[in-house]
């Protein structure tokens, strides 16, 4: 029986051990905690840490794997890449992984390979941000160089803020780095993200959605994707031609992307988070809802240097997630929807239980759960997802605390 090496086995994880078990795998689980609930699906579990490449790679060596998975993590890519490269299996190349896991490095490829790229620099103290100033207009983004999830990202409008947006981004850094850019001024009105999917060097599925904020809590935190996309079909292709380029530089091989671009005034494209993996928030789900596949079958396939068979389509129209979460910190109660946005959901993933802690959503880790949508038209999906919390009640007990400014 071939062997797959897994790198996280946390909840929204699992589904690619159980995938690659159904497959007829044996799953091998590397993972730092101990708790994590991966362990009790995997075939075998070793307590290591995912960002241990040495400690991964002895594992892979013990156990004889013939591939390896980092599954919808960031932290974890570059090990699967640098164990996948080490060994000789398939995988994509571990310097082009490392590009796209830090954001230092990414924006220094972004500007040496002619794509559009923002002023920016990193750091690894706030003084060393205090002197450098001068070189940037406001708005500018302070963001960790290593995290995902928009975790330790503030959108400055003033430098009077600097000290605590420095704080917070170093506070989610494993790296101890923050980056500092200037802000896009985007001209449509969502973000462009979701996963594109890329076989033998070629995108063959077009995941791109558009994300949606809550500026009631942090606006730069996604609570949720809806499609189609609502972008020109000129934006559209000079958005696929970019993604497509970077995939050649890159020479990445196959697997998931997790992509978040925006389009300027002046028609040009600028990626802005670019990551080797599934997206978070079951945008794997999504896409599974709206393509008719199976997202992390495919995963798990071209990890093991097995064969796909997929053919590009335009989707089912009119599907949307929404990230359910609160602006307070307290005890969670439990969740109410108005009936008429009952009527539009196809599936709901809770991940607290009542009494479980809660707080306010200042990054992805702290949704509550997940509601997959299904509308008729783009016109009832606009009025339903722009007053969505209107039709949301997530009671909760009050332990103080609210959402703190991010402007």
């Known amino acids: ?3 797959i090496l897994l790198l996280g086995g946390s909840a929204q994880q699992v589904i690619a051990i159980e995938t690659a078990k159904r497959l007829g795998f044996y799953t091998v689980l590397c993972d730092y905690l101990t708790d994590n609930p991966g362990q009790y699906a995997a075939d075998r579990f070793y307590l290591v840490s995912t960002t241990d490449k040495e400690a991964v790679l002895k594992v892979a060596e013990k156990e004889k ?3 390896v998975l980092a599954y919808a993590s960031d932290p974890a890519a570059p090990t699967a890449a640098y164990v996948a490269e080490k060994l000789g299996l398939p995988g994509n190349p571990y310097e082009s992984v490392q590009i796209l896991c830090n954001k230092d490095k990414f924006r220094r490829f972004l500007q040496e390979n002619g794509f559009c790229a923002p002023v920016s620099n990193g750091y690894a103290a706030q003084q060393e941000i205090e002197k450098d100033i001068c070189r940037y207009r406001l708005p500018v983004i302070v963001k960790p160089v290593d995290s995902s999830g928009s975790k330790g990202a503030t959108v400055l409008h003033s430098w009077d803020g600097l000290s605590q947006a420095a704080e917070f981004a170093f506070s989610f850094s494993r790296t101890h780095r923050l980056i500092v850019e200037e802000y896009i001024e985007k001209k449509h009105k969502y973000l462009i993200g979701g996963d594109i999917f890329v076989y ?3 995108v063959i599925q077009w995941g791109l959605m558009n994300c949606h904020r809550d500026n009631r809590v942090n606006p730069l935190v996604p609570v949720g994707k ?3 996309l609502l972008l020109s079909e000129v934006d559209t292709e000079h958005v696929k031609d970019t993604l497509q380029r970077m995939v050649d530089k890159l020479g990445i091989v196959s697997g998931p992307m997790n992509v978040e671009l925006v389009v300027d005034q002046n028609d040009r494209v600028w990626p802005i988070d670019i990551g080797p993996r599934s997206g ?3 945008i794997p789900d999504l896409l599974g809802m709206i393509f008719d596949t199976d997202v992390v079958e495919m995963s798990v396939r071209v990890a093991m240097g097995m064969p796909i068979d997929i053919q590009e389509t335009k989707g089912t129209l009119y599907y949307a997630t929404h990230n359910l979460h609160t602006a307070e910190n307290g005890a969670f109660e439990g969740i109410e929807y108005s ?4 009527e539009h959901i196809v ?4 991940y607290k239980k009542p009494g479980d802690p809660v707080e ?7 949704a509550i759960g997940i509601i997959f949508l299904k509308f008729k038209n783009q016109e009832e999906m606009d009025f339903m997802l722009e007053n969505i919390n209107q039709s949301i009640d997530v009671k909760i007990v009050q332990g103080g605390g609210t959402a703190p400014s991010y402007r």
């Open 1 to 3: 029986m071939k062997k």
């Open 226 to 228: 809806s499609y189609p």
């Open 280 to 282: 978070g928030n079951m």
């Open 360 to 366: 306010y959503f200042d990054n992805a880790a702290k």
């Open 347 to 350: 599936k709901e993933c809770v």
């Open 200 to 202: 033998e060097g070629k």
């Open 339 to 342: 009936e008429e946005l009952k």
């Open 65 to 67: 794997i013939d591939g």
